[in-house]
T-cell receptor, first 114, second 111 residues
Framework: DGGITQSPKYLFRKEGQNVTLSCEQN?????MYWYRQDPGQGLRLIYY???????QKGDIAEGYSVSREKKESFPLTVTSAQKNPTAFYLC?????????????FGQGTRLTVV | GQQVMQIPQYQHVQEGEDFTTYCNSS?????IQWYKQRPGGHPVFLIQ?????EVKKQKRLTFQFGEAKKNSSLHITATQTTDVGTYFC???????????FGQGTELSVKP
């Protein structure tokens, strides 16, 4: 099945620990995105990547890091510098960044930091 | 930076009533996309509008893109309980690359 997979679905970490969220797609999409969703705040862009080995900061990149070493993978690391990391994280991909680019989302990872 | 504002944040309707959500951008958009997120789910693409003044329909849903390509609306006629969820607009910025989402409108439908 073609799609975009995030794992795990639920993740618990202790405060001060870094944690990496996985995002894999087999849609052969060039563009990938990470969003954070908090109640009442919609989807806020953390990082995005238009092509392998390249990525750009979104609106709330502080405390996060990403890599794009392979076209199909775009892992997100939530570092201990992120002040309020508990949230629902969504990964998405699209064919590219031209005009006709619907985004396909993964199921999301709900991160809880205690 | 570019912002996409969406109103209202919440809308509660009786089944059969109409519903509209509005989206406004601080800058001209290359396109506007609409997504629906069911409770506990992830956003799913509904439609994309590209042309100035474009109107598209999907059964009871009508989507419009403003003449200046800075605003958009989604209108649902005669809501049903299956319409429950959060509706997001998203715009691709002029430089390309960044897909910016509005805050979403959460729709609840009372049977």
């Amino acid at each position: 099945d073609g799609g975009i997979t995030q794992s795990p679905k639920y993740l618990f970490r202790k405060e001060g620990q870094n944690v990496t969220l996985s995002c894999e797609q087999n849609l052969n999409h060039d563009a990938m995105y990470w969003y954070r969703q908090d109640p009442g705040q919609g989807l806020r862009l953390i990082y995005y990547s238009q092509i392998v080995n390249d990525f750009q900061k979104g609106d709330i990149a502080e405390g996060y890091s990403v890599s794009r070493e392979k076209k199909e993978s775009f892992p997100l690391t939530v570092t201990s510098a992120q002040k309020n990391p508990t949230a629902f994280y969504l990964c998405a991909s699209s064919i590219g960044t031209g005009l006709d680019t619907e985004a396909f989302f993964g199921q999301g990872t709900r991160l809880t930091v205690v | 930076g570019q912002q996409v504002m969406q109103i209202p944040q919440y809308q509660h309707v009786q089944e059969g009533e109409d519903f509209t959500t509005y989206c406004n951008s601080s800058t001209t958009l290359s396109n506007i996309q609409w997504y629906k997120q069911r409770p506990g789910g992830h956003p799913v693409f509904l439609i994309q509008l590209v042309k100035s003044g474009e109107v598209k329909k999907q059964k009871r849903l009508t989507f419009q893109f403003g003449e200046a390509k800075k605003n958009s609306s989604l209108h649902i006629t005669a809501t049903q309980t299956t319409d429950v969820g959060t509706y997001f607009c998203a715009g691709l910025d002029n430089q390309g690359g960044k897909l910016i989402f509005g805050q979403g409108t959460e729709l609840s439908v009372k049977p």
